[in-house]
């Protein structure tokens, strides 16, 4: 399943405004909007944390690298250029548990 098709079958997003990543300290470690470019970002997010009681795992974060299909890709092949991609990646080789504040609309 591509990108496109995986966004279909997640929960909407139209109900919120951005989510904050925190780390087990409390303090932000990224903010995800919801505006063009980062929308799509945020339903792999909220499907992620729906699924593991409000927080981002290190499974969580491979699952999510498997939702972003072919971006994924170009995310390894050109670091940086998805920062939402390459946050997941780090994430899904590590230990760290990583909390999510939602921001309604």
Same mark, same amino acid.
């Given at each position: 399943?591509?990108?496109?098709?995986?966004?279909?079958?997640?929960?909407?997003? /139209?109900?919120?405004?951005?989510?904050?990543?925190?780390?087990?300290?409390?303090?932000?470690?990224?903010?995800?909007?919801?505006?063009?470019?980062?929308?799509?970002?945020?339903?792999? &997010?909220?499907?992620?944390?729906?699924?593991?009681?409000?927080?981002?795992?290190?499974?969580?974060?491979?699952?999510?690298?498997?939702? &972003?299909?072919?971006?994924?890709?170009?995310?390894?092949?050109?670091?940086?250029?998805?920062?939402n991609i390459d946050r997941l990646v780090s994430w899904?080789?590590?230990? /760290?548990t990583y909390l999510v504040r939602l921001h309604n609309?």
């Open positions: 399943m591509n990108f496109a098709e995986r966004l279909k079958t997640l929960p909407s997003v /139209a109900h919120l405004a951005s989510m904050d990543l925190l780390d087990d300290t409390g303090h932000v470690v990224a903010t995800i909007l919801n505006q063009p470019g980062q929308a799509g970002s945020l339903a792999i &997010y909220h499907a992620l944390e729906q699924q593991d009681g409000g927080r981002i795992t290190p499974k969580a974060a491979s699952t999510g690298l498997q939702w &972003y299909a072919e971006h994924t890709a170009d995310a390894l092949a050109h670091p940086g250029k998805h920062p899904s080789q590590g230990t /760290a609309a």
